[in-house]
């Protein structure tokens, strides 16, 4: 499903390269769930934006479904994002103006989803998640865990065939914490391929693939059941 | 999709308070001051074009050859020669104003100064509408009168004023032939009254030949009529009949639609304005609105780190740019159609002041709606583009790790910005500076003459003719030391005549020339260089004695002018003084060359001839009883009307007064923007500093020291303002006091009097932010972050 061959990243000044990420050769297949963990610094998240396509890369081959990436303009990445990808971040990143009704919305209404279909995608999302009460509550009105959760809501409702979660946790308590953790687990049970950065061995170990990150290479890559 | 916009739209409005409320009433203002100037500016240029045959008309002007001073005035038999000769021109009419004089009905009776002879075919050319009377062929009988409605109310209030009796100067009876609405205040032409040419011709031929140009005369050409053939031909009808115009003048044929708009036509009756000053206020208004817009695009661009988060989500979730770009431009349409709303009211509520200011009659029309809709969409446009698509171009990744560099991204834009926006403003406080001066200076400048304390009216009638009886009553009342006559208001000489003399050198020499009583000199207190004043005493001074200027003397370059023998205005006789210099023309002039003559026969100025008289200053209600019962002795069915001659001469200097004005207002309006700018600007600057600021007390930096980094960039932006505004404004004053034969010099002073004005009230707008962020505790700056 994504092929990154020889990827890198560097931030170019005046005088110095400074590189994020080096020789990075991986594929990710339909139905994964890997944990990228690493040192602060090591690129993880740059990684995981390059996977998502929120961020060039310097140099390198990426295949996302077989389609040449590196060579993609604008708009196709963005009918990606629009079809295929669902962002979880560590800050939650709702928009702070919409209630979380409308901040599940955004995504369909980018993808042009009829009103009808719309608001029973909404409806759906927001009784699966058990936040029909909130639906008209603004970002900051909500605890860290429910601001997450509606983050995940937002992820799903484009039902994305992967998920790139960028330390879902982090801002969280363990117990809001686990529930997110097994909430992914059971999206990839489902069949949703799911790609989170952590720095936590307990939550990397809720993926079968481990991928090791220091100074912009991959160190070691570990595989479990 | 809209109501997600708008919804973030709005509440981003409403959590952005500040930020909104500085956007929303800057371009509140911008778009209220460019409004105003574009109703004024369409106004002037639209001048004359309700007439239906506009494209059609045009005022035959006559240049000086080798010069460029170009008249309006043309010989009195033009007109018919060219409407009978030229097969091209439909139509010709001429017209000249009369001097200001008594018209009565019953016992109501007034001065009026818009009334002009006009031709029949006048009527015909320009579409003026009628109310009442002979619409269809009006002045046909020599005494037929065509009044405006004004007039008609004025005199005969709710009667019918067709074939009522107008009497004239108590002379001669008019009547009214027909009513004509009065004529719109954007027409060149404003009469109140129009009468015939038939009478003036029957009491002076020779303002009717082909050797005196008195008369403005317009014709109608046939459709696609070649404009330079006619003029061709005009000009060897004028040659054939006065062989002496081929050697003076060049014929031009001005468009009607030119006329308002051609400044600097002399002997025209027009109401004119000056396209120089159109384009000054036309680019006057685009720079406020450009200010306005800059602190738009400022305040939007540094706010952009607050909406990068919320790029990066929606490009997460599949936004395109294009959309995000919709997104933003709708949103400052928002902020613009808000600022709009306020601008609608504003121009609502200042439009009377405003037309009381200016004379016209402006309203929000359907014109005004236009003209609106487009400077909301080039605001909209030109402000909203640059911020909408740098803050769309974010990159996604970069925007959602907080990465996007805070404090140190270097804004050049953004200065420059600034720069210009106080620019503008510097050089907007140098210009009012400088024509304050200069109209400082042209009050208080020594005219030559004693302006202070003299009154004049009209010598009319039995008082001018028992002038000498009239003079030793008024100088019986304790208030008046002199009293003279004079042939016409001494600001207006009439006259000019060719001058010969013994000896001649030079030929064709015209001097202005004006009659007085003997007394003039010195009840104008006005001092002689050589020789003496007129006296009693030399009865042979009536016919035959002249007084020249300083500037006439020069101008004929006499060596020894007094005993010299010269020849004018129909008069021959000798130089016997030399008075000084006097300005009695505005200071936009060089002092003419005059030749003052004795007045000979009291009768021949009833007309335009004044009696000026000097006064203590008390009590002159008291004075102007006196005067006034005199007046009512020698002239009972005349109204008496007076003037003070310092009032005469401040009125020279109307237009400079309100351009001082317009100015002032422009350079307060562009400094309150501009800095309305700035301290929106200050506000992100010092919240994107916080931390730096927090680090720097913690190291121990004083409060002091910590305001003055934080005003610094202004500092430099305000200097960099000044080494553009001052060049500019150096040019555009020096081209400016050009207009004026007598100027100030322009001082280095007032450059940095404004330059430091603009700083200081730049500095002042920044202090508050700077002060506060520079007091604020250090660990709470660094936890927040």
């Not at chain 2, 008609?152 to 209030?157: E, I, L, M, P, Q």
């Not at chain 2, 009211?345 to 029309?365: C, E, M, Q, R, Y």
């Not at chain 2, 680090?695 to 005003?711: A, Q």
Request: charged share 20%; glycine share 6%; proline share 3%.
């Amino acid at each position: 499903m994504i092929k990154l061959v020889d990827v890198e990243k560097y931030y170019a000044n005046k005088f110095i390269k400074t590189w994020v990420l080096r020789n990075i050769n991986l594929t990710i297949h339909e139905g994964d769930f890997v944990s990228i963990m690493g040192p602060s610094g090591a690129g993880k998240s740059t990684l995981l934006h390059i996977i998502g396509m929120l961020d060039d890369m310097s140099g390198g081959e990426y295949y996302f479904m077989d389609e040449p990436v590196h060579k993609l303009n604008e708009k196709k990445r963005t009918a990606f994002h629009q079809q295929y990808i669902g962002f979880v971040f560590q800050a939650y990143h709702l928009i702070d103006e919409l209630t979380v009704y409308e901040n599940l919305e955004t995504p369909l209404l980018y993808k042009k989803v009829k009103t009808a279909e719309r608001k029973s995608m909404i409806a759906d999302m927001l009784d699966r998640f058990n936040i029909v009460a909130k639906k008209d509550l603004f970002p900051n009105q909500l605890s860290g865990g429910q601001q997450q959760l509606v983050a995940v809501a937002r992820a799903l409702i484009i039902n994305p065939k992967i998920i790139l979660a960028d330390e879902p946790t982090g801002n969280l308590n363990s117990k809001q914490g686990l529930e997110i953790m097994e909430m992914l687990k059971q999206l990839n049970k489902e069949g949703t391929t799911i790609i989170q950065v952590t720095h936590d061995e307990n939550k990397a170990a809720f993926g079968n693939r481990i991928i090791h990150l220091a100074d912009g290479y991959v160190e070691k890559e570990e595989q479990h059941g | 999709m809209f109501m997600n916009f708008l919804k973030t739209a709005i509440r981003n409005i409403i959590r952005n308070r500040v930020y909104s409320i500085i956007n929303i009433a800057g371009l509140a203002i911008g778009i209220t001051c460019t409004a105003l100037i574009l109703m004024w500016v369409n106004d002037e240029v639209n001048f004359d074009s309700f007439h239906q045959n506009k494209d059609r008309i045009y005022r035959i002007l006559l240049q000086r050859k080798g010069t460029d001073e170009i008249m309006a005035i043309t010989p009195g038999l033009l007109a018919d020669a060219v409407k009978k000769q030229i097969p091209e021109v439909t139509y010709t009419a001429r017209i000249i104003q009369n001097h200001r004089n008594p018209y009565k009905y019953n016992d109501k009776a007034f001065y009026e100064g818009q009334t002009f002879c006009v031709d029949p075919d006048f009527f015909k050319m320009f579409s003026f509408q009628f109310l009442s009377g002979n619409a269809e062929n009006p002045l046909v009988n020599p005494n037929d009168l065509v009044i405006s409605e004004t007039i008609a109310r004025k005199y005969f209030g709710n009667e019918n004023p067709i074939g009522k009796n107008l009497t004239w100067n108590n002379r001669s009876n008019y009547h009214v032939c027909a009513v004509m609405k009065d004529m719109p205040v954007n027409s060149h032409l404003q009469m109140q009254i129009a009468e015939t040419h038939t009478l003036a011709e029957r009491f002076w031929q020779g303002g009717y030949n082909w050797s005196n140009f008195v008369h403005e005369t317009y014709i109608q050409v046939k459709e696609n009529s070649f404009v330079p053939d006619i003029e061709k031909k005009i000009e060897s009808i004028l040659n054939q009949n006065n062989p002496i115009t081929d050697r003076f003048y060049y014929v031009h044929l001005q468009p009607l639609g030119d006329i308002h708009l051609d400044a600097g036509i002399t002997h025209s009756t027009a109401l004119t304005g000056d396209r120089k000053y159109v384009n000054i206020f036309l680019l006057i208004g685009f720079g406020i609105l450009f200010i306005a817009c800059i602190n738009f695009i400022n305040c939007a661009t540094a706010n952009s780190m607050s909406r990068a988060q919320e790029v990066g989500i929606r490009k997460a979730v599949g936004a395109q740019r294009s959309k995000l770009i919709m997104q933003f431009i709708g949103e400052f349409a928002l902020l613009t159609c808000c600022a709009s709303l306020l601008a609608v009211l504003a121009i609502n509520l200042i439009v009377p002041a405003f037309n009381h200011f200016t004379g016209k009659v402006l309203s929000l029309d359907v014109h005004f709606f236009t003209f609106f809709s487009v400077i909301i969409l080039f605001t909209t446009l030109f402000a909203g583009s640059y911020p909408a698509f740098y803050i769309s171009a974010f990159s996604p990744g970069e925007a959602l790790k907080n990465k996007l560099n805070r404090t140190n991204k270097r804004a050049p834009l953004q200065s420059a910005l600034v720069v210009f926006q106080f620019a503008i403003s510097i050089l907007l406080i140098i210009c009012t500076l400088i024509i304050n001066s200069q109209l400082t200076f042209m009050q208080h400048k020594k005219l030559g003459f004693d302006k202070d304390n003299i009154l004049y009216f009209p010598a009319k009638g039995q008082l001018a003719e028992k002038y000498d009886i009239v003079k030793s009553r008024l100088l019986e009342y304790p208030g008046i030391s002199n009293v003279t006559m004079q042939q016409s208001v001494p600001t207006t000489t009439i006259n000019g005549s060719w001058v010969s003399w013994e000896g001649q050198t030079k030929q064709d020499l015209v001097v202005r020339n004006t009659e007085v009583t003997p007394d003039y000199f010195a009840t104008m207190n006005i001092g002689l260089a050589e020789g003496r004043c007129f006296s009693e005493e030399f009865t042979t001074d009536k016919e035959s004695a002249f007084i020249l200027n300083q500037a006439a003397v020069d101008y004929l370059e006499f060596e020894n002018p007094v005993g010299k023998k010269i020849r004018t205005a129909g008069r021959s006789g000798e130089i016997v003084g030399v008075v000084e210099n006097s300005h009695f023309k505005s200071l936009h002039h060089t002092i003419e060359p005059l030749i003052f003559m004795q007045l000979d026969d009291y009768k021949s100025i009833d007309l335009f001839g004044v009696v000026l008289v000097k006064f203590s200053g008390q009590d002159v209600p008291q004075l102007l009883d006196n005067i006034k019962k005199i007046w009512q002795e020698y002239n009972p069915n005349l109204p008496f009307e007076y003037h003070f001659l310092d009032q005469t001469i401040e009125r020279q200097y109307g237009f400079e007064k309100r351009l001082s004005a317009i100015f002032t207002w422009f350079s307060v309006v562009s400094i309150f923007i501009s800095c309305l700018g700035l301290f929106g600007l200050a506000t992100f600057i010092v919240k994107s500093r916080t931390k730096e600021i927090g680090i720097r007390k913690v190291l121990g930096s004083t409060i002091s020291r910590i305001i003055v980094l934080l005003s610094q960039r202004f500092v430099i932006w305000v200097l960099f303002a000044n080494l553009i505004a001052w060049p500019a404004a150096f040019f555009a004053m020096h081209k400016w006091l050009e207009n004026f034969a007598y100027r100030i010099d322009i001082d280095l002073w007032v450059f940095i009097l404004a330059g430091a004005l603009a700083l200081m009230i730049a500095l002042l707008t920044i202090s508050w932010q700077a002060i506060r962020a520079a007091r604020a505790n250090p660990v709470e700056a660094l936890r927040y972050e």
